[in-house]
């Protein structure tokens, strides 16, 4: 056996010791004769899990008791709409586009109110973070939208957009559990687990209890409504098992590893790894301002596509793999997400030198 380092955008490396211990599982989890795959999500084993899982996380997050956990599915993309449906009470919502993420999320949510677009960085490839100390937040916004770390193109709020007092909405799904978060400055905070926390297949969505509707227009699918996930513990249908077992291993993880604030001092660590480097690299060079930079996705070009090209190749070749850029955007780009161990990136940053050495 032989593991690389992955660099994938998502889905993404685990932690290898949470990878072990469900293998150690798989046949016989804790004595029931069976894998997690196989159990009732009515059991009382699985309830357990899920129940853990949630604990652990509201113990890592600080998640005040006024807001309600939701494991779903259907992707950080359902919630695009499912966020409009049950949350434009009357019909207008502001939504600040810095990447692709909140691009379709704000298209998303054109389909069912008025979305206003409040602040874009499109204008220059969305490579920095709009000021967002005096937007024109709506005066009749349900509320303001944000996508918090943009994974395609490697930027990130440093601080949160002042909504004027309308509720905060984040799609957190490249940044989820990467450095400690103050919960109570969101109405809602959600995201895809598959980049930073789980298999895919998970959505985990944190929501200020006041802000779920009881009742949605009609026509809403009962799969849509968070009502009814909220009231039934996540268990309406049978849940993507599975997943939220391993993410409930991913949280155990974390906390043995000391928590947020230890996530976000080595993500610190690792990311200054990468860019102080790429600052002063002759060959390769950053591509978003420096102050908007994110910890968890790095892209970087050499300026030349051809060599670009060479570099992913021979950096695969070398185990180091999944570097080549969204197809959006091209060249370069290194995800290195809480489970990325710091020897990944010295072994990334290694094999740059070598590179810049050899052609540039
Ligand atoms: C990957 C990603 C998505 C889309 O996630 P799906 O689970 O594929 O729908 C949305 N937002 C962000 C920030 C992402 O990184």
Redesign the pocket.
């Known amino acids: 056996m032989s593991r690389v380092y992955n660099f994938s955008?998502?889905p993404a490396v685990l932690p290898e010791e949470v990878l072990k211990e469900a293998a150690a599982e798989m046949l016989d989890y804790k004595g029931t004769g069976m894998s997690v795959m196989e159990m009732s999500h009515r059991s009382k084993a699985f309830q357990q899990i899920i129940d853990e899982a949630e604990a652990d996380l509201r113990e890592l997050m600080g998640i005040p008791d006024n807001y309600k956990v939701l494991f779903l599915q259907?992707?950080?993309?359902?919630?695009?709409a499912m966020i409009p449906m049950n949350f434009m009470k009357h019909g207008t919502a502001d939504y600040i586009v810095t990447?692709q993420?909140?691009k379709?999320?704000y298209q998303e949510a054109c389909k069912y109110g008025r979305a206003n677009k409040i602040a874009s960085s499109e204008d220059r490839t969305f490579s920095y973070i709009p000021d967002c100390s005096d937007l024109p937040v709506s005066d009749d916004a349900d509320y303001v939208y944000i996508?918090?770390?943009?994974?395609?193109y490697g930027t990130k709020y440093h601080k949160l957009p002042d909504t004027k007092g309308k509720p905060l909405i984040a799609?957190?799904?490249?940044c989820f559990l990467s450095e400690p978060v103050d919960v109570e400055k969101y109405a809602m905070i959600y995201?895809?687990v598959?980049?930073n926390i789980g298999p895919?297949g998970v959505?985990i969505a944190i929501i200020r209890e006041d802000m779920i509707p009881e009742e949605v227009d009609e026509t809403v699918p009962t799969m849509m409504q968070y009502k009814i996930h909220a009231d039934a513990g996540s268990l309406y249908n049978t849940p993507p098992c599975y997943g939220i077992y391993i993410c409930g291993k991913v949280f155990k993880w974390l906390k043995s590893m000391g928590g947020l604030a230890e996530m976000k001092r080595r993500n610190e660590e690792k990311a200054a790894i990468l860019y102080d480097f790429l600052d002063e690299s002759r060959l390769f060079k950053g591509t978003v301002e420096k102050k908007d930079r994110s910890l968890m996705n790095v892209p970087f070009v050499t300026g030349d596509e051809e060599l670009d090209a060479k570099f992913v190749k021979e950096a695969t070749a070398a185990g180091l793999v999944n570097l080549k850029g969204h197809r959006t955007v091209g060249g370069m780009r290194a995800s290195i997400y809480n489970a990325m161990p710091r020897e990944g990136v010295e072994a990334l940053v290694a094999f740059m030198k070598k590179f810049e050495a050899e052609n540039a």
């Open positions: 955008a998502g259907g992707g950080a993309s359902l919630q695009f990447g993420w909140a379709k999320a996508c918090e770390n943009n994974t395609i799609d957190v799904s490249s995201g895809g598959q980049k895919a959505v």
